[in-house]
């Protein structure tokens, strides 16, 4: 089993709609956990930034982490072409030193106008 | 928010030359950074993580003396891959750790360094 699953999609919805974001992991170590969105042939953009367990709003985006469950969320409210991407979600054990990311291979996701 | 800047963001070699690139935090100290490569449609594999003043940490299967790292002061790495051959032509990524007080240790990403070696 892989330490984080995501599911590569792709996935297609209309303008306005919501989209809803998913990562399993399996290391119940992890306890810092990220949302990146990367656009075509660019360096990942960090979105949302959360630890332990909780929600996290900011604007359109909400991050949620169910700890108990090993199961990370990502929201998009009111989606708008622009949030064409590939969304990574990443998690790491600490948040010191030389700790690794952990990454999902990445939802592509497609806001048709 | 914080920037990483990577130079160059793209690059042709000839197969035998050596590239490097380079990784900067531009407004904050970063005593860890982190290099990767991306294949087309495939997510982020981690290389090796740089830490400042002493030598890098690879993971397993990543040649070291290919791929050298060097990350001499605390707000540049560089990654230079040595003697290149088409199979190293990929998308490498640096990333670096915000290590300033309250900064929550939050890793940002540079754009990228397309590499092709023909």
């Given at each position: 089993?892989k330490?984080?699953?995501?599911?590569?999609g792709?996935?297609?919805?209309?303008e306005?709609?919501?989209?809803?974001?998913?990562?399993?992991?399996?290391?119940?170590?992890?306890?810092?956990?990220?949302w990146?969105?990367?656009?075509?042939r660019?360096?990942?953009?960090l979105l949302?930034?959360?630890?332990?367990s909780?929600?996290?709003?900011?604007?359109r985006?909400?991050?949620?982490?169910d700890?108990s469950?090993?199961?990370i969320?990502?929201?998009i409210?009111d989606s708008?072409?622009?949030?064409?991407?590939?969304?990574?979600?990443?998690?790491?054990?600490g948040?010191?030193?030389?700790?690794?990311?952990?990454?999902?291979?990445?939802?592509?996701l497609?806001?048709?106008? | 928010?914080?920037?990483v800047?990577?130079?160059?963001?793209?690059?042709?070699?000839?197969?035998?030359?050596?590239v490097?690139i380079?990784?900067?935090s531009?407004?904050?100290?970063?005593?860890?950074?982190?290099?990767?490569?991306?294949?087309p449609?495939q997510s982020?594999?981690?290389?090796?993580?740089?830490?400042?003043?002493s030598?890098?940490?690879?993971?397993?299967?990543?040649?070291?003396?290919?791929?050298?790292?060097?990350?001499?002061?605390?707000?540049?790495s560089?990654?230079?891959?040595?003697s290149?051959?088409?199979?190293?032509?990929?998308f490498?990524?640096?990333?670096?750790?915000?290590?300033?007080?309250?900064a929550?240790?939050?890793?940002?990403?540079g754009?990228?360094?397309?590499?092709?070696?023909?």
């Amino acid at each position: 089993q892989k330490e984080v699953e995501q599911d590569p999609g792709p996935l297609s919805v209309p303008e306005g709609a919501i989209v809803s974001l998913n990562c399993t992991y399996s290391n119940s170590a992890f306890q810092y956990f990220m949302w990146y969105r990367q656009y075509s042939r660019k360096g990942p953009e960090l979105l949302m930034y959360t630890y332990s367990s909780g929600n996290k709003e900011d604007g359109r985006f909400t991050a949620q982490v169910d700890k108990s469950s090993k199961y990370i969320s990502l929201f998009i409210r009111d989606s708008q072409p622009s949030d064409s991407a590939t969304y990574l979600c990443a998690m790491s054990a600490g948040e010191g030193g030389s700790e690794k990311l952990v990454f999902g291979k990445g939802t592509k996701l497609t806001v048709n106008p | 928010g914080a920037v990483v800047s990577q130079h160059p963001s793209w690059v042709i070699c000839k197969s035998g030359t050596s590239v490097k690139i380079e990784c900067r935090s531009l407004d904050f100290q970063a005593t860890t950074m982190f290099w990767y490569r991306q294949f087309p449609k495939q997510s982020l594999m981690l290389m090796a993580t740089s830490n400042e003043g002493s030598k890098a940490t690879y993971e397993q299967g990543v040649e070291k003396d290919k791929f050298l790292i060097n990350h001499a002061s605390l707000t540049l790495s560089t990654l230079t891959v040595t003697s290149a051959h088409p199979e190293d032509s990929s998308f490498y990524i640096c990333s670096a750790r915000d290590s300033t007080q309250g900064a929550g240790n939050t890793i940002y990403f540079g754009e990228g360094s397309w590499l092709t070696v023909v």
